[in-house]
């Protein structure tokens, strides 16, 4: 209440509202280490009702988490401070995800109770034993993805989940009558939880009904009935205390009837050391935990702190070389999706981490490798997560698995698809964690199954969010490449936009050098002075390489350049970029729309590609019909000498 009055802005309600149920979790349930936030078995607390965040920014200060002081909360929402607007992940130790985009941190918390399970069936639950607790508003459970999220919880079974819903009735245009007629309890349950409605602002109610929870055998949603900015006089209760400062006279009156009479920001003795205790239980569970993971065999000891700092394991620049040979050899034409399931098949073998899933898209996005068991409810031994027609669900898991740490996530479905994950896409390029997105049928070349699945602005929408690496290899050996890429880049989500229809090999030249790691590069120079330089991605590589040839014809040079990942490129020192695109004109060719092509392009280009959605028909006549041909480009060029 008061440092949202103090920054003049933020969202006192739902603090005020829900003090009381994070204070029972907190003081005695909640399983964390302020001395040692990274503690790998604590428990997960999300706060995915992020608008709440000065509750949890309370909570770490009073518990005792060193870096979240007393002037931070001074300086909420204010710049350079680790009190932003809404929980920031990385900002302070005690945020485990970014929540404020309501309904994310509900999916990220699937992710991090499958990622429990997983790591429990591996590691033993000697070292992996403990929940994840969530405190979730109506607008999480409006949005459409916390179905997605508790639907997936439900039939998995994930019964360390504990969901303490802040059912207050309130939200931004008033009553959630207006709006929200679900019987929330009852959707719960037919999802396959626990779910119960309790009094959250009686403390016996709420430790009661945690404790129920925790020995459940399903995830559990406890609605909490509480009041919206709890003590106010004439705000509590009403839509005007969600997202304002309250103002003086109230948060006087509020100091009244709630019985505390101290300052702004002055916390008493005796207070701070009620709270401190309560921060100070987890330190002899810590300490055992300690004691156990040392008992572990040290090769398994050595290999869950491996995975806890994020290194990857060795072999996997040689397994990505053999790959790359074993494709020259077989010289096969292949779909880059199909060489995608074939590097799979390879680096699930060399990075146990990685754990896989598709949308239900499993066979078309050959997600799956040979030696991967699916994961299944009461069986987490798989590393295998069939995620169902369920994108942003499946996004947002993976987001939560990454952040839980031990595990890489990947998942799969169509390129065209992504729109149904990008929100949760967009918080994994924020937060900057690695997770990697298999994307296929990337083009009017996936062919019949028509427009409403061929995509064509989404190279473009995607490229346009920072931090998201958008690779488009144009071959098989591109393919394995782009791979490793991904695999190295545990700081930033990598994206894989792949074929469905078979490419010819490119790439037949010996050497281990991963060519797509500078983004762009030459892949064939010209015969003599360069007249023109032809920028391809993925399948249009190869197109670019006939153009070259029937320019070659003509007796006009032309190289071409292959640009895999534009962001990777975009990276490279100038000269390098100045020596792969030349001065002489460019012509691109994507089966995609121009947007943001024109950063490569310079003044003299011109660009070969889509002008609006596709069409219904086989590939081979898509190409043609949109004019998508090495005949077109080399013509291009040509006009532009
Ligand atoms: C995806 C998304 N849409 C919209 C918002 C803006 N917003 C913030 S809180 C909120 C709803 C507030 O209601 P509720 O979730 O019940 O929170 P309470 O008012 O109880 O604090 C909305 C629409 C958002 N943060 N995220």
New binding site residues.
Partial sequence: MDAVEQAKSG?P??PM?MADVATVLFTQFLRFDPQAPDWPDRDRFVLS????SMLLYALLHLTGYPDMTLEELKRFRQLGGRTAGHPERGHASGIETTT????QGLGNSVGMAIAERLLAAEFGETVVDHRTYVIA????LM?GISHEAASLAGHLGLNKLIVLY?D?S???DGP?ELAFSDDRVMRFRAYGWAAERIDGQDHQAVADAIRRSQQSDRPSLIACRTT?AFGAPTKAGT?AA??APLGASEIAGARERLGWNYPPFVVPDDVRAKWRAAGARGEPLRRAWETRLQSLPSERRDEFLRRQRNELPHGLDAAVTKLCDDFRKANAKVATRQASGAVLDTLTKVVPELVGGSADLTPSNNTKAKDQKDVRRGDFSGHYLRYGVREHGMAAAMNGIAVHRGLIPYGGTFLTFSDYAR?SIRLAAFMGIGVIYVMTHDSIGLGEDGPTHQPVEHLAALRAMPELYVHRPADAVETAECWALALQRRDAPSLLALTRQALPLLRSEAGSENRSARGAYVLAEADGPRRVTLLATGSEVSIAMAAREALAADHIAAAVVSMPCWELFGQQPKAYRDAVLGTAPRVAVEAAVEFGWERWLGPRGAFIGMQGYGASAPGEALFPHFGITAERVAAAARSLL
């Fill in positions: 969202h309600g739902m509202g009702a992020g608008h709440g404020g985009p309501l309904g508003s109506d607008g999480d949005e802040d207050n309130i939200s931004i959630t919206i839509a969600h997202g929100p």
